[in-house]
């Protein structure tokens, strides 16, 4: 690891106007993924500020009957959250589906966002990856690739994004709240908040250098069944091949898909025109480019589609929420 520098602030605005001090600045609060790039010099910020003393560590609601998530709540206390639990099942269902619980003891709702691929060729410095470098090349497009995404990828980047939490987050609709170097604020709705990779796959999402994470919003609950399905290749500790996060009310299906892309994947026009899971599922997948080691992850994800359909309000076997 390299030598850095720290300082410790105790407010949204310190924690502004110290990484307009410091260009290329890393703020750090679980640190669950920064450490470990960091300790690989894949990530060499020269400076750390600390944000775990900034508040922004509670979940209140909103005037318009949502929720207001601060980015410093841990991914225990959020999973665990009665509220949560109760009205936006999808998300307390998808927190506990990811990690270890000693990790969600420590991630926070911000940082969950944040998490950078898991990609082999990303984490290995020997190898050619345009996200981790730029312009060196993707190892993975004729490499090893089964854990990849098969859809929103580029020649730059076939990489997958890794969260559970932000795939659940797409489906409800969520806005991040930020604050940026200047000490002005902005909310992003998710839709917006991450980036295809394109010829750019390093810029991964919306955010300013030095723009800061505060909060994030949730709209009122959607009401309905709250699923959330995650295959991998075995039952705990590991990432998605797929994930489906679904809220199914009477009149419509929501739905993200995780695994497959490099963003939490949604497609809103397949759950406007409704029909058939196979119909849905041509229209979610349409331009799917996989490589034949990862191909097996649109069947794959076409079962889980139907096996949640048949949860919709109605049917005898539908579950509730979380």
């Not at 969260?163 to 969520?174: E, F, H, I, N, Q």
């Not at 992850?297 to 949640?308: E, H, I, M």
Request: glycine content about 10%.
């Amino acid at each position: 690891m390299r030598a850095f520098t720290y300082e410790r602030v105790s407010t949204p605005q310190e924690a502004a106007e110290a990484a307009a001090r410091t260009p290329g600045a890393k703020f750090i609060a679980g640190g669950t993924n920064l450490l470990d790039l960091m300790k690989l010099e894949i990530e060499h910020p020269a400076h750390l500020i600390d944000v775990n003393q900034i508040g922004l560590d509670t979940t209140e609601p909103t005037p318009d009957g949502g929720l207001r998530i601060g980015a410093l709540v841990r991914n225990t206390d959020l999973a665990a959250d009665l509220r949560v639990r109760r009205d936006y099942g999808v998300l307390s269902r998808a927190l506990l589906a990811g990690a270890s619980g000693q990790l969600r003891n420590k991630a926070t709702t911000g940082g969950n966002l944040l998490q950078r691929s898991r990609c082999p060729y990303f984490y290995d410095t020997n190898l050619p990856c345009n996200k981790r470098e730029p312009g060196t090349g993707c190892g993975a497009l004729e490499g090893f690739s089964r854990n990849l995404a098969v859809i929103g990828v580029s020649d730059a980047c076939i990489s997958q994004h890794p969260s559970d939490m932000a795939v659940a987050l797409r489906v409800l609709d969520a806005v991040v709240e930020t604050v940026q170097v200047d000490g002005t604020t902005r909310r992003l709705p998710i839709a917006e908040f991450y980036r295809l990779p394109g010829t750019t796959p390093h810029i991964e999402n919306a955010l300013e250098p030095g723009e800061l994470i505060t909060a994030v919003t949730l709209p009122r609950p959607l009401g309905g069944v709250h699923l959330y399905r995650k295959v991998r290749d075995r039952a705990s500790y590991a990432f998605a091949e797929v994930s489906l996060a679904a809220v199914l009310t009477e009149n419509r299906a929501y739905l993200a898909f995780g695994g497959v892309a490099p963003l939490p994947w949604r497609n809103e026009a397949a759950e406007e025109t409704g029909g058939s899971a196979e119909a849905m599922f041509e229209t979610i997948f349409a331009g799917a480019t996989p490589t034949t080691q990862n191909a097996f992850k649109l069947p794959l994800a076409r079962r889980l589609l139907a096996a949640a359909l048949e949860q919709r309000p109605g049917d005898d076997s539908a579950e509730g929420a979380a």
